[in-house]
């Protein structure tokens, strides 16, 4: 276990600190290390810094949840999904009156992102050895007809859903879920008795999800564009596991592919990037690589570099965290961490809630007190709702990353600081530094809450604070952290 001394040397942009651009939160200066040197003119006189651009984000416009609603998401994946996905286009119901209007109230205050049903997420027993019924059924429907019951399914309700949107409402239809995960591949290899004609297991799982699923839907989509004027909008299929290179390549395969259109003649020739406006993936940010601890953002930003261009609006990730890391007692934790991660990204990229989006996966799993909605909640009520301020990344020694974000509340300026360990090793934390920039800033100088959400522990912190002319010192005692377990304190 190894001790740490962390220094967190935030200029607080509320003041507004000079000469770094918003993509960098400046010179991250320890005990040892001077400050650089102000620019003078040739004159001799002093150079103003620039101003600093201040990205504001509202945590509710960027953070979703999955199939309910909470005070602190905004977006929402699949609620209503029993009315809204098509299991079976032989026996599709329409919607009726009452769930249009359930629909027109939820569109009109969250945006939605929602499966359409068909292969879903193709899931499969470990030990199958042939194809699922959900996944047969709707192969064999497609190709008995050449897919014209399930366009057909797929623009009626297409149809019902413009219908009964907002005028502002956002809602984007998003064809299959985790369409990479071995469940899909083995579905493909085995409907087919093995014959994937002389393509990779992972490649003809590909060519079967848009062959025979998203280029049939995105047809029925743009009919119903066509016949009602209005735009549908559509999310590619999630990519799983996105930490892994291997998942990265399937992606930009998959983008890349070119459609034959056997069973959406429309669409012949154009590759899958040109026929969706959305990229969704899961599971990166609580990933963690010692040679390469930038990894989680490096991946995002060649993703975006690559594909999110006037076509693609940008890329969700349409679940975090997850079951398993919530039931095992760390969603709190977790999601506070990589909270702070998509934070810093939204931030740096100046990107717009359209653009880029997380959503949590298993919000109410767990023990109570230890739950991700717990750990959300608490950070809502800390905001109040109200926009917040990155102010900078500090990763001492690669292994915790400590995050200052500013508040403005009506008695002044306000700061909270995430300090989360990514590293499979424990780390023991002592103390925090903060620089004059910020504790000027503190009407009080005081710490209003400290908690710490570790595995199945969330504890109140005893933290003293020192205060001298050079910096605001957070004396931690000795508090051990595991990996994705998060330290939480508020200032003012």
Not at 177 to 191: D, K, L
Not at 222 to 235: I, L, M, Y
Request: hydrophobic fraction near 40%.
């Amino acid at each position: 276990m190894s001790e740490l001394r962390i220094f967190v040397v935030f200029c607080l942009l509320l003041s507004g600190c000079g000469g770094e651009s918003e993509s960098s939160p400046g010179p991250l200066i320890g005990d040892d290390e001077e400050a650089p040197p102000t620019a003078i003119a040739d004159g001799g006189e002093q150079v103003e810094d620039d101003p600093v651009t201040e990205t504001t984000i509202r945590l509710s416009d960027h953070l979703g949840s999955l199939y309910q609603a909470f005070d602190w998401s905004g977006p929402i994946r699949d609620p209503m999904r029993d009315e809204l996905e098509i299991q079976n286009a032989a026996t599709f119901v329409a919607m009726t009156e009452a769930e249009k209007q359930t629909l027109s109230q939820l569109s009109s205050e969250r945006d939605i992102i929602a499966q359409i049903g068909g292969m879903g997420s193709a899931k499969l027993a470990p030990d199958a050895t042939q194809a699922s019924d959900q996944f047969s059924d709707y192969m064999d429907s497609i190709i008995a007809d050449h897919g014209t019951q399930w366009r057909a399914a797929v623009r009626e309700r297409a149809t019902e859903v413009i219908a009964s949107l907002g005028e502002e409402s956002q809602f984007f239809w998003q064809v299959g879920n985790e369409v990479n995960a071995s469940s899909y591949t083995r579905n493909a290899v085995y409907y087919f008795d093995g014959d994937t004609n002389g393509l990779s297991d992972s490649e003809f799982a590909m060519q079967t999800y848009v062959e025979y699923f998203l280029a049939p839907t995105v047809q029925a989509f743009q009919e119903a564009e066509n016949a009602t004027g209005d735009k549908v909008n559509v999310a590619l299929g999630s990519v799983s596991a996105f930490s892994a290179p291997s998942s990265q390549t399937f992606l930009d395969d998959l983008l890349a592919y070119e459609i034959e259109g056997t069973y959406a003649p429309d669409l012949a020739g154009k590759q899958v990037h040109e026929i969706i406006d959305l990229i969704t993936i899961h599971y990166l940010a609580h990933a963690y690589d010692a040679n390469t601890p930038d990894h989680w953002k490096s991946t995002l930003e060649g993703l975006y570099d690559r594909w999110v261009h006037s076509d693609i609006l940008g890329v969700w990730i349409t679940e975090e965290v997850g079951i398993n890391l919530a039931s095992g007692g760390l969603g709190a934790g977790a999601a506070l961490a990589i909270a702070g991660r998509y934070l810093e990204w939204i931030a740096d990229r100046q990107l717009s809630p359209q653009q880029s989006r997380w959503f949590y996966y298993g919000t109410q799993a767990g023990n109570e007190g230890h739950r991700i909605s717990d750990a959300m909640a608490s950070l809502y009520s800390l905001t109040g709702g109200r926009d917040i301020i990155y102010q900078g990344t500090l990763t001492p020694d690669d292994t915790t990353e400590v995050r200052s974000f500013a508040i403005t509340t009506d008695s002044g300026a306000e700061v909270f600081v995430l300090a989360s360990v990514f590293s499979e090793n424990s780390q023991t934390l002592t103390h925090l530094e903060l620089p004059q920039d910020i504790q000027n800033q503190l009407a009080h100088r005081e710490i209003v809450s400290a908690t710490l959400y570790a595995r199945d522990l969330t504890t109140p912190i005893d933290v003293t604070v020192s205060d001298n002319s050079d910096e605001l010192l957070l004396n931690l005692g000795d508090i051990q952290m595991a990996r994705l377990e998060t330290l939480l304190i508020h200032l003012r």
